[in-house]
């Protein structure tokens, strides 16, 4: 019989679009004052990619810096899962988009679509192929264009979001490490507290979906924010019992970068010191699923990650989807 592989994250790497958009910009274009933005939500740039820019463009340079660390070629990849809300196209998948620019012509590609959890989401599920044995090394990337479906006359949410990629390469692993637990959840009754209308089969797109603005993000802030601070704590706590540890055996959290408020409340709600969890929101804003490997990226850059360093990673998001994973490096 065969056993099940242990997997991990063998490497990882991100990318932001070199354009910025900074809170004296939006003061500009939209009724709001760069300390109304930082004091809510702790940003202060975000990153924006130009008319030009697809998904997968920015995904290419976070997906080949991840490979060149687990020095990888592109024909040895066996499967590439891409976490994002903001595909190139409707059809065909985003993933099939960057299998064809790595040249990756030996990898299964697929999207998973679970907006800012999409990257935990699509962790567990290609994390459980490889310790299936159906492949053996496996990109997930999470990344998304947020700019693209962000309304510029909606202050609510214009100040909050960004573009960004972030990748990691999986592979078996030795025992002991790797990913120890995953937890996922959704609830479809909270859809409409994140959403975009209009653009499917339910609201197809026309001219008066076009002219009434319903391409882009709409979000009841109040309610993303109570959902928010009750599931970080749920999904950490459910991972944890699930791995068979505490949080007295965290050494770091990667957190979805949705707004500082949330991460300081969830810190205090848990009792987690702020130096254990990793925030680079005031840099980038929310990212979507890019947001967590991007975040994890500057902690592995900045040597804060170590092997044998329990890390749990907590996302939340539109659905409503929610989840946590644990992983020892």
Not at 96 to 113: P, S, T
Request: with cysteine; net charge negative.
């Amino acid at each position: 019989m065969q056993t099940i592989l242990p997997v991990g994250i063998a490497s990882v790497g991100a990318f932001a679009p070199p354009d910025l958009m900074s809170n004296f910009d939006l003061e500009k274009i939209v009724d709001t004052s760069d300390e109304w933005i930082r004091t809510r939500s702790g940003i202060s740039t975000r990153h924006i990619a130009n008319a030009g820019t697809a998904t997968s463009d920015i995904a290419l340079p976070a997906a080949r810096l991840a490979m060149e660390r687990a020095e990888i070629t592109p024909r040895e990849l066996d499967l590439i899962v891409v976490a994002t809300v903001t595909p190139d196209q409707p059809l065909p998948s985003t993933s099939c988009f960057l299998q064809y620019k790595l040249d990756a012509m030996n990898a299964v590609a697929f999207d998973v679509m679970a907006a800012c959890t999409g990257f935990v989401y699509a962790l567990n599920v290609a994390s459980a192929m490889v310790s299936s044995r159906q492949y053996r090394n496996a990109l997930v990337i999470g990344a998304d264009t947020l700019s693209k479906v962000t309304d510029y006359t909606d202050r609510s949410t214009c100040v909050l979001l960004g573009d960004g990629a972030g990748a990691v390469v999986l592979k078996p692993t030795e025992e002991g490490h790797g990913f120890l637990s995953f937890y996922l959840r959704a609830d479809g009754g909270g859809a409409d507290v994140l959403y975009i209308p209009s653009g499917g089969s339910l609201r197809p797109t026309s001219a008066d979906t076009v002219a009434a603005r319903e391409h882009y993000i709409r979000m009841n802030g109040n309610e993303v924010f109570k959902f928010a601070v009750r599931v970080i704590e749920e999904a950490i706590l459910a991972a944890l019992e699930r791995a068979g540890l505490t949080i007295a055996d965290i050494d770091l959290i990667v957190p979805h970068q949705a707004n500082i408020r949330i991460i300081e409340s969830a810190s205090k709600r848990l009792g987690i010191p702020s130096e254990k969890w990793v925030n680079n929101i005031r840099d980038f804003g929310n990212t979507s699923a890019a947001s967590i490997p991007m975040a994890m990226n500057e902690a592995y850059q900045a040597g804060s990650i170590h092997k044998g360093d329990v890390i749990v990673i907590v996302g939340f998001g539109g659905g409503l989807t929610w989840g946590a994973s644990v992983m020892r490096w």
